[in-house]
């Protein structure tokens, strides 16, 4: 190609692009625009991602964000494991007609805080067959951080008859 055509096919390529500029739809705009705009939308969202991970790296170090740590086992109080084949209501107070408070699963296991006598429940005895007992277990669980109320002794596996904890 000589000067002059080049020239003149340079001309023809500038009227052009005006041309598109000037008779160009918004619609047919805003999408050539939107395409020109991606790198520098990846360009912003890089460092901002960068950023981010650098400060949540810097936290995390420091121990101010993280994994929550399940909260302490409680000590100092009797083991027992709900029984049953469904889940057991947890009652304010040591009566079958308490308001319930919450409902654990079979399997759970409670920390009994105190003992109290109550409506006299019958459950599944330690040694086979079965036992009534007006106990009543103030209990927690190891998720719960205060006491969630009363169940029935007869349906929570102490391995004993009596109260094992002192009484409410």
């Known amino acids: 190609m000589t000067t002059p055509e080049r020239e003149q096919d340079q ?4 009227t052009a692009d005006q041309g598109q500029e000037k008779g ?5 705009k805003g999408v050539r625009s939107r ?12 460092v901002t ?10 936290l995390a170090a420091f121990g101010l964000i993280g994994p929550h740590p399940s ?37 759970t296991t409670v920390f009994i805080v105190c003992t109290k006598e109550g409506d006299a429940v019958t459950g599944p005895g ?4 079965t036992i009534t007992t007006r106990v009543w277990d103030y209990v927690r669980t190891a998720t719960s951080a205060y006491p969630l109320g009363f169940v029935p002794d007869a349906l929570v596996n102490t391995h004993s008859v009596k109260p094992t904890e002192r009484h409410c």
Do not use: M, N
Request: aromatic residues 4%; hydrophobic residues 35%; proline residues 10%.
């Open 11 to 14: 001309d023809l390529k500038r």
């Open 24 to 28: 160009a739809t918004s619609q047919g």
């Open 35 to 46: 395409w020109d705009a991606l790198p520098r939308i990846g360009k912003v969202l890089g």
């Open 49 to 58: 991602l960068t950023t981010a991970g650098a400060i949540v790296g810097i």
């Open 71 to 107: 909260p302490p086992q409680p000590t100092g109080y009797f083991q027992g494991l709900i029984l049953g084949q469904t889940g057991l209501p947890v009652r304010k107070s040591p009566e079958l007609s308490g308001a319930v408070t919450a409902v654990l699963q079979p399997g």
């Open 126 to 129: 330690h040694g086979g067959g």
